[in-house]
Protein backbone atom coordinates (compact mmCIF):
# COMPACT_ATOMS: atom_id res chain seq x y z
CA UNK A 1 0.00 0.00 0.00
CA UNK A 2 1.36 3.44 -0.92
CA UNK A 3 1.63 5.89 1.74
CA UNK A 4 3.59 9.46 1.33
CA UNK A 5 6.43 9.81 3.80
CA UNK A 6 6.85 13.30 5.32
CA UNK A 7 9.81 14.39 7.02
CA UNK A 8 11.35 18.06 8.01
CA UNK A 9 9.61 19.15 10.92
CA UNK A 10 11.66 20.94 13.86
CA UNK A 11 10.77 23.12 16.58
CA UNK A 12 11.76 26.58 15.22
CA UNK A 13 11.46 30.39 16.74
CA UNK A 14 9.07 32.67 14.74
CA UNK A 15 10.84 34.01 11.78
CA UNK A 16 12.48 30.80 11.25
CA UNK A 17 12.57 28.51 8.08
CA UNK A 18 12.04 24.81 7.05
CA UNK A 19 12.36 22.70 4.76
CA UNK A 20 9.97 19.99 4.38
CA UNK A 21 9.64 17.25 2.12
CA UNK A 22 7.79 14.35 1.16
CA UNK A 23 7.61 11.35 -0.99
CA UNK A 24 5.31 7.82 -1.72
CA UNK A 25 6.68 4.85 0.08
CA UNK A 26 6.38 2.91 -3.04
CA UNK A 27 6.47 4.43 -6.98
CA UNK A 28 2.91 5.53 -8.13
CA UNK A 29 2.31 4.87 -11.60
CA UNK A 30 2.15 7.98 -12.85
CA UNK A 31 2.70 11.44 -12.10
CA UNK A 32 0.42 13.78 -10.08
CA UNK A 33 -0.64 17.14 -9.02
CA UNK A 34 1.04 17.13 -5.42
CA UNK A 35 -0.12 19.11 -2.30
CA UNK A 36 0.50 20.31 1.14
CA UNK A 37 -1.67 20.10 3.49
CA UNK A 38 -1.64 21.29 7.72
CA UNK A 39 -3.73 19.94 10.38
CA UNK A 40 -3.84 21.68 13.51
CA UNK A 41 -6.47 20.15 15.54
CA UNK A 42 -9.71 17.76 14.81
CA UNK A 43 -9.57 15.65 11.53
CA UNK A 44 -9.61 18.69 8.92
CA UNK A 45 -6.78 19.40 7.05
CA UNK A 46 -6.16 23.12 5.52
CA UNK A 47 -4.77 23.13 1.90
CA UNK A 48 -1.96 25.36 1.87
CA UNK A 49 0.00 24.77 -1.26
CA UNK A 50 -0.20 23.21 -4.31
CA UNK A 51 1.49 22.12 -7.69
CA UNK A 52 0.55 20.69 -10.62
CA UNK A 53 2.76 18.18 -13.15
CA UNK A 54 3.61 20.98 -15.50
CA UNK A 55 2.58 24.85 -14.42
CA UNK A 56 2.57 27.18 -11.84
CA UNK A 57 2.07 26.33 -8.06
CA UNK A 58 -0.96 27.83 -6.34
CA UNK A 59 -0.84 29.16 -2.60
CA UNK A 60 -3.35 29.30 0.00
CA UNK A 61 -4.17 31.49 2.95
CA UNK A 62 -1.40 32.25 5.02
CA UNK A 63 1.29 30.44 2.79
CA UNK A 64 1.25 33.43 0.08
CA UNK A 65 4.43 35.01 0.02
CA UNK A 66 5.82 33.10 2.47
CA UNK A 67 6.37 29.43 1.32
CA UNK A 68 7.55 27.70 -1.59
CA UNK A 69 6.33 24.30 -2.90
CA UNK A 70 8.18 22.86 -5.46
CA UNK A 71 8.63 19.21 -6.89
CA UNK A 72 11.28 16.89 -7.87
CA UNK A 73 10.48 16.35 -11.79
CA UNK A 74 7.91 14.26 -13.34
CA UNK A 75 8.27 12.34 -9.95
CA UNK A 76 5.70 12.61 -6.82
CA UNK A 77 8.02 14.22 -4.26
CA UNK A 78 7.22 17.59 -3.04
CA UNK A 79 9.26 20.11 -1.27
CA UNK A 80 7.90 22.82 1.21
CA UNK A 81 10.03 25.85 1.51
CA UNK A 82 8.64 27.57 4.62
CA UNK A 83 10.10 31.25 5.34
CA UNK A 84 9.22 33.76 8.27
CA UNK A 85 7.36 31.26 10.17
CA UNK A 86 4.51 32.35 13.00
CA UNK A 87 3.06 30.74 15.70
CA UNK A 88 0.23 29.95 13.92
CA UNK A 89 2.23 27.86 11.34
CA UNK A 90 2.07 25.30 14.03
CA UNK A 91 0.48 21.97 13.15
CA UNK A 92 0.97 18.62 11.15
CA UNK A 93 1.83 18.69 7.49
CA UNK A 94 0.97 16.27 5.39
CA UNK A 95 1.44 15.67 1.72
CA UNK A 96 -1.26 14.00 -1.28
CA UNK A 97 -1.95 13.80 -4.72
CA UNK A 98 -4.63 16.04 -6.38
CA UNK A 99 -7.08 14.85 -5.87
CA UNK A 100 -6.30 13.70 -2.51
CA UNK A 101 -6.57 9.88 -1.78
CA UNK A 102 -7.65 8.87 1.45
CA UNK A 103 -5.15 5.69 1.32
CA UNK A 104 -2.01 7.75 0.44
CA UNK A 105 -2.37 9.95 3.54
CA UNK A 106 1.11 9.31 5.83
CA UNK A 107 1.84 10.70 9.45
CA UNK A 108 2.92 13.85 8.63
CA UNK A 109 5.53 16.07 10.33
CA UNK A 110 4.96 18.25 13.07
CA UNK A 111 5.75 21.71 12.98
CA UNK A 112 6.19 23.73 16.32
CA UNK A 113 6.85 27.60 15.85
CA UNK A 114 7.54 29.16 19.52
CA UNK A 115 10.30 30.37 21.51
Known amino acids: QVQFVESGGALVQPGGSLLLSCQPS????????ICWYRQVRGPDREQIAC???????NYFGSAKGRFTITRGGMENVSYLEMTDLKPEDTGVYYC?????????WGRGTRVTVGS
Open 96 to 104: NIDPSRREY
Open 26 to 33: KRIGSSHA
Open 51 to 57: IPVNGAA
